[in-house]
């Protein structure tokens, strides 16, 4: 696919004459070793390893990738930038931008938004996309904005370092509550919880259901349940491998029972550490607007590591019936008039 360049791209950037997207194959790999690359290496691995077995699947039955889908920018044989989207819900309804990569960012919007505006085509049954930007990002928001993104909330993002012993000290905040891993018995109360605290804007977007929640996390996964009305109250899971080591979480407090912050919540993070990787930090983020958090996290030595802006837009598709049903319509309309029409009914005889 060859795309033209806009000619108004800023100055003194290196301006092709013209570049081509090309999805990622193997052969590309070897030619992705710029320095901006060189991060994702093992994503664009996992992503042609996945490739070749879910095209096969995918002509035998229709279903959404799961391995990450990835498109690369090229000019002559020199890569210039790389897209990584990859879905976020079994069907297909929503997908996010994990990454968009440039070699040389300066003077390159158009590319930026090339690559961006072929994603989002590419992916057709997709009704929702999100993305993520630093707050200090001032060109990737511009780029995202442009694109039709708008913003749903600003994030802090933490890493915790976790403290050896807190799942002792802090055994006596669980009370009655029941500490349980993450598995498909228990998925639906993650679902219920992580529902409860989601703004609904957002959760109408991210359409997740219980499958969604468990393949994000590979299951990977630690529960605050109330025995009494098996509900979970709190909780912890996995998400990815964080870029600068460690892993990326997600903990969720359900908003009738944010009293357990604290205690009760830093055991749940200590078991994940325990869990996902002894030693390795925990990457967090938590809304600007919670106030009660954020000082519990930097009371208990978490380090602040910028802020994050979530941004999402919708798709709307024009669902043009098919070809063959128009012409059967058309057909219909045409032999109408030659069908054997009903005998009208008789007028009664009123007398006068």
Request: net charge positive.
């Amino acid at each position: 696919m060859a795309v033209e360049p806009d000619p108004t791209q800023s100055l003194g950037a290196p301006c092709p004459t013209s570049w081509r997207l090309e999805p990622l194959a193997g052969w590309h790999l070897p030619l992705l070793s710029d320095p901006s690359f060189l991060p994702l290496q093992s994503v664009l691995q996992r992503a042609v390893w996945l490739g070749l077995p879910e095209r096969l699947i995918h002509a035998l039955a229709a279903r959404q990738p799961i391995a990450p889908v990835v498109l690369v920018a090229f000019s002559e044989h020199n890569p210039l930038g790389l897209i990584v989207t990859s879905r976020l819900n079994r069907s297909g309804s929503c997908w996010q931008v994990q990454h968009l990569r440039l070699v040389n960012p300066m003077g390159q919007r158009d590319l930026a938004s090339t690559l961006l505006r072929e994603a989002i085509h590419q992916a057709k049954d997709a009704t929702s996309w999100m993305a993520t930007a630093s707050s200090l990002d001032s060109q990737r928001l511009a780029l995202l904005r442009e694109q039709g993104f708008q913003p749903l909330r600003t994030d802090q993002l933490w890493c915790w370092p976790g403290a050896h012993g807190a799942e002792r000290g802090n055994s006596s905040a669980l009370g009655s509550l029941q500490l349980r891993p993450l598995n498909r018995r228990n998925g639906a109360l993650l679902w219920h919880l992580e529902q409860a605290a989601c703004p609904a804007q957002l959760r109408q977007l991210l359409d997740r259901r219980v499958e969604d929640l468990l393949d994000q996390s590979h299951r990977k996964g630690w529960l605050l349940v109330d025995g009494i009305r098996d509900e979970a109250v709190a909780g912890v899971r996995w998400i990815g491998e964080h870029a600068g080591g460690g892993h990326d979480v997600e903990l969720t407090v359900h908003p009738g029972w944010q009293h357990l912050i604290g205690g009760a919540t830093e055991l749940l993070l200590a078991q994940a550490q325990q869990t996902f990787g002894r030693g390795k930090d925990l990457w967090l983020r938590c809304d600007v607007r919670d106030a009660p958090r954020q000082s519990w996290l930097r009371g208990r030595g978490a380090l602040e590591r910028g802020e994050r802006v979530l941004m999402a837009r919708s798709v709307w598709r024009r669902h043009e019936q098919p070809l063959p049903a128009l012409a059967a319509q058309r057909l219909e309309a045409m032999f109408g008039q030659l069908q054997p029409q009903r005998r009208p009914l008789p007028t009664p005889l009123i007398p006068r």
